[in-house]
């Protein structure tokens, strides 16, 4: 869906860059993309010590990294991003969007948010 490819053009995570749209039928209700939460600093400025050490070791600058013991991948503990879809979520939460029976879609994956059982 080339509006998630938009949307995660938003994404200020030093890691992989992701976007994600919420759907209802034909309508896009929420938009969310990665990085640090609101009100921290950006993650590419260095708002997660986690991400910054991943993109030292990538550029092989890992004896300025946080925890000399880091590799990337490793440490998810210790990263504050947010996922792409974490972030549509709060948002719709945010402004009292209901998310029954709406889907996420980022590229070509959509997934359920929620489903209710049926009776
Ligand atoms: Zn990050
Ligand atoms: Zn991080």
């Given at each position: 869906m080339?509006i998630?490819?938009?949307?995660?053009?938003?994404?200020?995570?030093?890691g992989?860059?992701?976007?994600?749209v919420?759907?209802?039928?034909n309508r896009?209700?929420?938009?969310?993309?990665?990085?640090?939460?609101?009100g921290?600093?950006?993650c590419?400025?260095?708002?997660c010590?986690?991400?910054?050490?991943?993109k030292?070791?990538?550029t092989?600058?890992?004896?300025e990294?946080?925890?000399?013991?880091?590799?990337?991948?490793a440490?998810l503990?210790?990263?504050?991003?947010?996922?792409?879809?974490?972030?549509?979520?709060?948002?719709?939460?945010?402004f009292?969007?209901?998310?029954?029976?709406?889907?996420?879609?980022?590229?070509?994956?959509?997934?359920a948010?929620?489903?209710?059982?049926s009776?």
């Amino acid at each position: 869906m080339s509006i998630a490819l938009a949307v995660e053009r938003g994404a200020d995570c030093t890691g992989t860059h992701v976007g994600a749209v919420v759907v209802l039928g034909n309508r896009i209700i929420s938009t969310g993309y990665n990085g640090t939460p609101e009100g921290f600093e950006n993650c590419q400025d260095g708002g997660c010590v986690r991400c910054a050490d991943s993109k030292l070791f990538k550029t092989g600058m890992a004896n300025e990294m946080s925890d000399s013991h880091h590799v990337p991948g490793a440490g998810l503990d210790r990263c504050v991003c947010v996922h792409a879809e974490q972030n549509a979520f709060i948002t719709a939460a945010r402004f009292g969007i209901s998310l029954d029976g709406a889907i996420t879609r980022h590229g070509a994956r959509a997934s359920a948010v929620s489903k209710r059982p049926s009776r």
